[in-house]
C-alpha cells in the first residue's frame, strides 16, 4: 500500500487542527517507518547499559530490533538485529556480555564490532562467490553518545545530533545533569518495557508538555504520593516551582519541553520531607547546582519530547521514554529510569520507590494516562469519528520567538501559558517528514516561526 | 531465581494438609476480597511491615538465570517493590472514585493453585510463620473488550498476628518479559 496522501494535508496548522487520521490510518503509519523512524535521531539506550567490551543492550528502533553492543575495543555500535544470510534475530537476550553474535539459524558468526567472523563450510560452500567484508551486520549511519545516552540514525545525511537537538539541549541537560549540576553522570537503574494498544504519538505528544490534561491524575493528586506524602503532603510530586514562571517551548526540529525559571534571588523549597536526609541531600545538591551553573540553574526541567519518540521527565520522576510503534494503534512503551550514579544508595532506593508508585504500567500516575491514549485511539478509528478534526488552538498566537523571562532569554517559540503549541510544531514537522521534504526544512528553515524577519 | 527452597521438604503428613487446607483458604479469602471490592478488607489481611514485590523477567543466557533472569528486590527497578503504605495509596486512590484506569472498575477474578507450604515455624503443628508457593492466573476484564490474563508464580511469607495470618512478604513472579497489558492496576 503506498502513501497516495500529502500529510501536509492533515495538519491544518494555521487553524489549530489535524486530522484523526494520523493516529489511526495503517497507511499513514506505514509512511511514518518509512519516511521518519528511518531518517529521523532515535534514542537506543545508555551506556551506563553496556559499561564493558562486549557489553550489549538489544534495543529497538521504530518497529526494528537493534543491538546497542560496545566492542572489544570499547567502541559503541548500534546494529540492526538481523543475520545477513536469512534475517534471524542474532541477538535474543536482553543485555549480556559476548564475544559474538552467533545466528542461531545456520550459525553465520559476527565479532562485536559487527564483521563476519565464521561462516560454516565457507571455503567448499562460498570462496569466490561471497566476500565476507561485505556482509557484516547492518549498521546506523550515524550514532551520537550525548552525556551517556546513546542516540542513532538511519541516514546518512542527517544533520549531526546536537544540531539536530538545538536549543531543545538546555531542556534535556536538566534531565541527563547530576542534580548538584555536574554535567552529565547518570545511569539507568532498570527499563519498564510494556505493550499498549494506543497511537504512539499519544505518548509522545503527552510529553510535549501537555499540562492540560492535569486533571486525568486527579486521583493521584488527591490522595498524594510524592516524596513529601508522608508529612501530608498531597499531589504526585512536591511543588518546587511554586514561585518560578513555567516556560512552554517549541523547537526548530519539533521537539517541544516544558520547563520553569526560579525567579532571581529564590531559594531552596523544602521538598523530599518524606526523610530528612533524603531532603537535606537535595537541599545540598540545590546549593552546589546553584553554585555551578548560575544563572542557569533557575532553569528546572518538567517534561520534554524530542522528536519523534523520546520523552523524558525531568526530576520528580526523572526518565527518559521511547515510544516503540507496533502498528498504527499499538505502541510499546519503555521507562529508562535515571539516578545520578554517584549518589547514595540511601537516595537512589528513596527515588526508585517514588518512581515505581508514580511510573510505568504499574505507577499510579501513569496509569491514568494510558487509559486516556487507548479510548482516545479507539474512539477515533471510526468512519465518522475521522471526519472530524482534533482541536489544537489552545493559546493559539500566544507564544513568541526567545523572549525574556525572569531575567533569562529563553529560546525557541516560547509560551508563558498552558498550551499546545509545542504540539502543532510537532506535527508541522512531523508533515514534512512524511511528505519527504530535505533535512532543511525538517530543521524548520520553511518555519516563520523561527524567522521573523524573513517572514515579513 | 523463581523459588527459594533450601530447607528440606515438610513431610506429608495429616498435620501438613491441615495447614495447607489453613491456607489455602486464607488465599481463598484474599482472592473473594479482590474480586468481590472489598479491598480495605483486603488491606487488613497485609503485615503492617508487609514487603510486596513483583521482578521484571529478563531474558538472559542460559546458566545466568540465577543470577540475572529477575529484577532484584530492593535494587533497582522492578514492577512492584514496595511496602504497605504503598499499597494502601493504591487502594486509597482506587476508592476516589477518579482513577481513570480502574473508573469505571475492572472485574477481575483471582485464581489460587498448586498451594504448597514450603517451612513452617516453630513446627507445623503450632505454626506461626509459614513460606508458601502457589500459582495464580488472574483474570481482568475492563470497560467493553479490554481483557489481560496475568499467570505466574507466588512465593508468601505468612505470620500471624493476634491468632489470624497476615501476608508478611509477597514475591509476584509474573511469567512475562515486555508486560502484555497497558497498566497493573489490579492486585496480585
Redesign the interface.
Known amino acids: 500500500m503506498s502513501f497516495t496522501s500529502r500529510a501536509a494535508d492533515y495538519v491544518d496548522w494555521k487553524r489549530g487542527q489535524i486530522s484523526r487520521e494520523i493516529y489511526v490510518s495503517e497507511e499513514v503509519y506505514r509512511q511514518e517507518l518509512e519516511t521518519l523512524f528511518t531518517r529521523a535521531w532515535l534514542f537506543v539506550g545508555h551506556e551506563s547499559q553496556i559499561p564493558n567490551p562486549g557489553d550489549f543492550f538489544t534495543s529497538r528502533m521504530g518497529e526494528e530490533s537493534v543491538i546497542l553492543v560496545r566492542d572489544k575495543a570499547g567502541e559503541i555500535h548500534v546494529f540492526l538485529n538481523s543475520c545477513r544470510h536469512r534475517g534471524m534475530k542474532v541477538c535474543?537476550?536482553?543485555?549480556?556480555n559476548t564475544s559474538l553474535f552467533t545466528c542461531p539459524y545456520h550459525s553465520w558468526t559476527y565479532t562485536t564490532d559487527g564483521r563476519i567472523r565464521g561462516i560454516p563450510l565457507y571455503k567448499a560452500l562460498y570462496e569466490g562467490n561471497l566476500d565476507r567484508d561485505d556482509w557484516s551486520l547492518i549498521e546506523v549511519a550515524k550514532l551520537h553518545n550525548y552525556k551517556g545516552t546513546i542516540w542513532a540514525t538511519w541516514d546518512p545525511q542527517a544533520p549531526d545530533f546536537l544540531t539536530y537537538l538545538g536549543d531543545a539541549k538546555l531542556h534535556l541537560d536538566q534531565a541527563l545533569d547530576c542534580r548538584d549540576g555536574r554535567p552529565g553522570g547518570s545511569e539507568v537503574?532498570?527499563?519498564?518495557?510494556?505493550?499498549?494498544?494506543?497511537n504512539w504519538k499519544f505518548a509522545a505528544e503527552n510529553f510535549l508538555g501537555d499540562t492540560y490534561h492535569n486533571p486525568?491524575h486527579?486521583?493521584?493528586d488527591?490522595?498524594?504520593?510524592g516524596p513529601s506524602?508522608?508529612q501530608g503532603v498531597k499531589g504526585r510530586r512536591d511543588n518546587e516551582m511554586e514561585e518560578a514562571q513555567h516556560i512552554w517551548c517549541s523547537f526548530p526540529a519539533g521537539h517541544g519541553v516544558h520547563s520553569a525559571i526560579q525567579p532571581e534571588g529564590y531559594e531552596f523549597v523544602d521538598t523530599f520531607k518524606n526523610d530528612p536526609e533524603i531532603g537535606q541531600y537535595f537541599r545540598h545538591c540545590h546549593e552546589e547546582r546553584k553554585r555551578r551553573l548560575g544563572e542557569n540553574a533557575r532553569f528546572l526541567p518538567f517534561v520534554g519530547t524530542l522528536f519523534p519518540n523520546t520523552s523524558y521527565h525531568g526530576r520528580q520522576p526523572r526518565s527518559l521514554c521511547s515510544w516503540h510503534p507496533h502498528s498504527a494503534n499499538e505502541t510499546?512503551g519503555w521507562r529508562f529510569?535515571l539516578v545520578d550514579a554517584d549518589a547514595p544508595t540511601k537516595v537512589k532506593?528513596f527515588l526508585?520507590?517514588y518512581?515505581?508508585?508514580y511510573s510505568?504500567?504499574?505507577g499510579?500516575t501513569e496509569?491514568?494516562d494510558?487509559?486516556?491514549w487507548?479510548?482516545a485511539t479507539r474512539a477515533s478509528t471510526g468512519t465518522i469519528a475521522r471526519r472530524h478534526n482534533f482541536n489544537y488552538a489552545q493559546s493559539m498566537g500566544a507564544s513568541s520567538l526567545n523572549p525574556v523571562v525572569n531575567g533569562i532569554e529563553v529560546k525557541g517559540d516560547v509560551s508563558l501559558q498552558v498550551t499546545e503549541h509545542m504540539a502543532v510544531g510537532f506535527y508541522r514537522r512531523w508533515a514534512q517528514y512524511l511528505d519527504r521534504e530535505p533535512w532543511d526544512v525538517l530543521l524548520g528553515a520553511g518555519d516563520e516561526r523561527f524567522h521573523a524577519q524573513a517572514a515579513e | 531465581m523463581d523459588a527459594v527452597q533450601t530447607d528440606p521438604k515438610l513431610r506429608r503428613d495429616p498435620a501438613y494438609f491441615a495447614l495447607r487446607a489453613e491456607i489455602e483458604e486464607f488465599f481463598y479469602d484474599e482472592a473473594e476480597c479482590l474480586d468481590t471490592r472489598r479491598f480495605e478488607e483486603w488491606l487488613g489481611m497485609l503485615h503492617e511491615d508487609l514487603r510486596y514485590f513483583?521482578p521484571?523477567r529478563?531474558?538472559?543466557?542460559f546458566g545466568?538465570h540465577d543470577e540475572?533472569e529477575n529484577?532484584r528486590e530492593?535494587y533497582?527497578?522492578?514492577?512492584?517493590?514496595?511496602d504497605k503504605?504503598?499499597v494502601s495509596?493504591?487502594v486509597?486512590?482506587i476508592l476516589?472514585g477518579?482513577?481513570?484506569?480502574?473508573e469505571p472498575l475492572s472485574r477481575t477474578t483471582h485464581m489460587i493453585t498448586n498451594v504448597q507450604v514450603q517451612t513452617a515455624l516453630p513446627s507445623v503443628e503450632a505454626a506461626d510463620e509459614i513460606t508458601t508457593s502457589c500459582r495464580f492466573l488472574t483474570y481482568l476484564n475492563r470497560?467493553e473488550y479490554?481483557t489481560y490474563f496475568f499467570v505466574g508464580k507466588r512465593y508468601d511469607r505468612l505470620k500471624k498476628v493476634g491468632g489470624e495470618w497476615k501476608v508478611l512478604h509477597r514475591r509476584i513472579i509474573l511469567d512475562q518479559?515486555?508486560?502484555?497489558?497497558?497498566?497493573?492496576?489490579t492486585f496480585f
Open positions: 535474543r537476550y536482553e543485555s549480556g537503574i532498570g527499563v519498564h518495557k510494556w505493550i499498549f494498544p494506543a486525568s486527579r486521583s493521584v488527591m490522595i498524594g504520593i506524602a508522608l510499546e529510569f532506593d526508585r520507590e518512581y515505581m508508585r510505568g504500567p504499574a499510579m496509569q491514568d494510558l487509559e486516556n487507548l479510548y | 513483583m521484571m529478563h531474558n538472559v543466557k545466568q540475572r529484577s530492593d533497582g527497578i522492578s514492577w512492584f517493590n514496595e503504605w504503598t495509596k493504591r486509597e486512590q476516589t477518579v482513577h481513570y484506569a480502574e470497560v479490554e518479559n515486555v508486560l502484555q497489558a497497558k497498566n497493573l492496576s
